[in-house]
């Protein structure tokens, strides 16, 4: 997934940093940012029609995520409200970068 790994790459010590500012270790951050990222990156994906992130976050199991995760539920959800501005960002930009190609090619 294109948009999950450029987020990943372009963002890691930003988003590590939200994480922790948000609650988590810096151990638990680096658990927690490719399993979250991946949940959200998806969530928006399959919800595309819905622009509003609080919508898309309703739909996310966040309690299976935390178990999952072996981490507090409460943690989890702070840390999906701290990376969904950068997931919107990550998916405009390739939204962008794709009707833009498209364009191009077309």
Do not use: W
Not at 30 to 40: D, M, R, Y
Not at 72 to 78: C, G, N, P, R, W
């Amino acid at each position: 997934m294109d948009i999950l790994r450029a987020l990943l790459s372009n963002n890691t010590s930003t988003l590590i940093s939200s994480l922790v500012n948000a609650g988590f270790s810096e151990d638990q951050a680096q658990v927690f940012l490719p399993e979250a990222c991946g949940v959200l990156v998806s969530s928006f994906m399959n919800h595309s029609d819905e622009k509003n992130a609080d919508l898309v976050l309703r739909k996310i199991d966040f309690t299976y995520l935390a178990s999952r995760l072996d981490m507090d539920t409460s943690l989890v959800i702070a840390g999906m409200k701290q990376l969904v501005p950068h997931t919107i960002n990550a998916l405009r930009d390739e939204t962008e970068t794709s009707g833009a190609e498209t364009k191009s090619t077309g």
